[in-house]
DNA sequence: GCAATAGTGTCTATCAGACATTATTCT
DNA sequence: AGAATAATGTCTGATAGACACTATTGC
C-alpha cells in the first residue's frame, strides 16, 4: 500500500486521479470533441477486465457448479470458472449473460453480480481484473443441453469441488456464503426450481444449501404465511405413495420471507 | 445483448475466452517463461478500471459523503466521489486506501467492496469500469483534516446531495442501501463513532441513517442485551443535565444484532 | 395391510414494539 | 424550583423451534 502511494506521487509512474483530469487529458470516444487532445489515455498500462459467471444448479438433489477444464497454462488441466474478457461495448451483464448462454444455452435466469476480485498476481500471465457474476439456473431446463460444447466442461458439486484454478475456490466460497444469506430473506430459491413444484422438492432446495435438515412442519407454516405461493390445483403423483399439491411462485405478493 | 453475442460469434471483433485460452496466447508477465508467444494481449481494446470511494461520515448530527468538484469536461463543475486509476501492481483494496489517504489522511478506516459499475456510456470519455469501495469514518479523527488539497473537496448531506457527474447519484443510492441492511445485523455503526461514545450517541448514529425516530428503552434494551458495549467508568458531561455513561465497543463479544 | 411420503397443530421461549416515570446535573 | 437529558421495566403480539400423528396412494 505504501508502495502505491509513492507511486502516485511520482507523476510518470501512475496515472493521475481520472475525476481530477483536465478536460484536454483525453480523447473522447463517443462524447463531444474536445479542444486539445495532447494527451491520450492509452499511455498507461491497463488491466484486463473479464467477467466470470459461477452458474448454479440443483442436480442429483446436489447443489452443483459448472465448471470447465484448463487447458493449458496456467493451471493446466484443472477446473476452472468460466469467463471471458469484456467487450468494449457491452455492459458487465450483458457480458455476464453472454457467457451463461455459452455455457449452458439458457437465457432469462437469475444472474446478479457477486464481487470483484483483482489482486495482482491472482493470474500470473498478467493483472486480471474479473467482476464475478452468480447465476442460478432451474434443473428442468437444463437438462436440454447436456454435453456440447468442445471445451470439456462438467457440473460439479460445490461441496466435493476439485481443485480449482486461480483464486476460484474463494470465489465459490464467497458465492455460496451470498446464496445462503439470500435464501433467508428474499425469495431467490424459486430460481432454483421449474415453474411447478412441491412443497417437498422447496424444502429440499433449502436443506440442500443451507447443507442441514429443517423440520417439515415449521417450513411449511413459514412458507405458506407468506403467500408467496399459489397453488395450481395440481398434483404430483411419484412413487407409490400419497400424491403431493403442486404450487407456483407469485411474485406479485412481495412478502419478504 | 443481441449485438455482444454477434460480436462474439465474429472472431475478429472480440477476444476468446479468457480461460479458454491456449497456452501460447499470452506473454507471461511473472509467471514462468512459456514456449511461444505468438499472441498478444495487448492487441486487445481494454476498459479502463479505476477506482471510487465513497466515504461516510456523521458530521453535524448529518450523514455526509465527501465529493470533489469536477473541474473539467465532462460534467464540469459538478460534484463527484472521488476515485482514480488503479495501478497495476496494487490491490482493489489497495488502491481504495489510497484514495481514502489522500483525499482524508486517514487511515485504518472501516472500507468494503460495494460494487462495480461498468455501463459502455458511463463515462463519454472512455470505457471505465468502476470499482466502488465504501468507507466509514469516525467524526472525531476527521476533524483534523479540513481543507488541505488544491482541488475543492466538500462533505455533503446525502440527504441533500447536490447534482452528481456521471452514474454517482446511482451509486450513493447503493451505498445508502447497504449501509441500512448492514446496520441492522452487523456492528458496521460502530466505524461511525469515535473509540467512546454515549449510548445516546449510539442511538444518533442508528436514527441517523434509518432516517427514523428510534425508542430510547427498545433501543437501549436491544444493544446491552447484545453484551457488545463495555462499560468504560467514564461519563460524558455537556449542558446542564445529568451525564451520561460513556461506553467502548467490544468486538470480541461477537454477538451479532 | 404394508410401504412410502403428504399433510397438519400445539406449546413454549424469545424478540420487537408500544409506552411513562424517576434520576442527576446545572443554574 | 426549573430545565434538560439519562436511565429504567412491563405488557402484548408475533415469530421460531421442538415435537407426533393421520391421510392417500400403489402394490
Known amino acids: 500500500m505504501e508502495e502505491q502511494s509513492d507511486a502516485t506521487r511520482n507523476g510518470t509512474s501512475g496515472p493521475p486521479g481520472l475525476h481530477e483530469l483536465p478536460h484536454e487529458s483525453f480523447v473522447p470516444v463517443n462524447g463531444q470533441p474536445s479542444e486539445a487532445e495532447q494527451y491520450d489515455v492509452n499511455q498507461y498500462e491497463r488491466p484486463s477486465v473479464t467477467v466470470d459467471v459461477l452458474m448454479m444448479s440443483l442436480r442429483q438433489r446436489d447443489l452443483q457448479t459448472l465448471l470447465i477444464k484448463r487447458r493449458s497454462w496456467p493451471y ?17 451483464e450483458s457480458a455476464a449473460k453472454r457467457e451463461l448462454q455459452e455455457e449452458t444455452g439458457v437465457q432469462d435466469v437469475y444472474l446478479e453480480q457477486l464481487y470483484t476480485f483483482g489482486d495482482p498476481g491472482r493470474d500470473p500471465r498478467t493483472r486480471v481484473i474479473t467482476v464475478v457474476y452468480f447465476a442460478l ?12 460444447d468442445a471445451t470439456e466442461v462438467g457440473w460439479f458439486s460445490v461441496y466435493e469441488l476439485p481443485q480449482l484454478a486461480f483464486d476460484h475456490q474463494e ?14 430473506y428474499t425469495t431467490i430459491a424459486f430460481n432454483l426450481l421449474p415453474e411447478q413444484f412441491t412443497l ?7 436443506e440442500i444449501i443451507l447443507h442441514k435438515r429443517l423440520d417439515k412442519r415449521n417450513f411449511r407454516k413459514k412458507i405458506v404465511s407468506t403467500n408467496i405461493l399459489e397453488d395450481t390445483g395440481a398434483k404430483k403423483m411419484e412413487g407409490t405413495h400419497r400424491p403431493a399439491r403442486l404450487y407456483r411462485f407469485n411474485p406479485a405478493a412481495e412478502h419478504k420471507l
Do not use: H
Not at 493446466?76 to 461495448?89: C, V
Not at 417437498?200 to 433449502?206: D, M, P, S, T
Open 200 to 206: 417437498r422438492e422447496l424444502q429440499r432446495v433449502y
Open 76 to 92: 493446466e488441466d484443472m477446473w476452472a470458472i468460466p469467463g471471458g474478457f469484456i467487450n468494449m461495448n457491452e455492459s458487465l
Open 171 to 184: 470465489i465459490v466460497d464467497y458465492a455460496l456464503n451470498r446464496l445462503r444469506n439470500k435464501l433467508e
Open 137 to 148: 439456473l432451474d434443473s428442468e431446463r437444463l437438462q436440454l443441453r447436456a454435453a456440447s
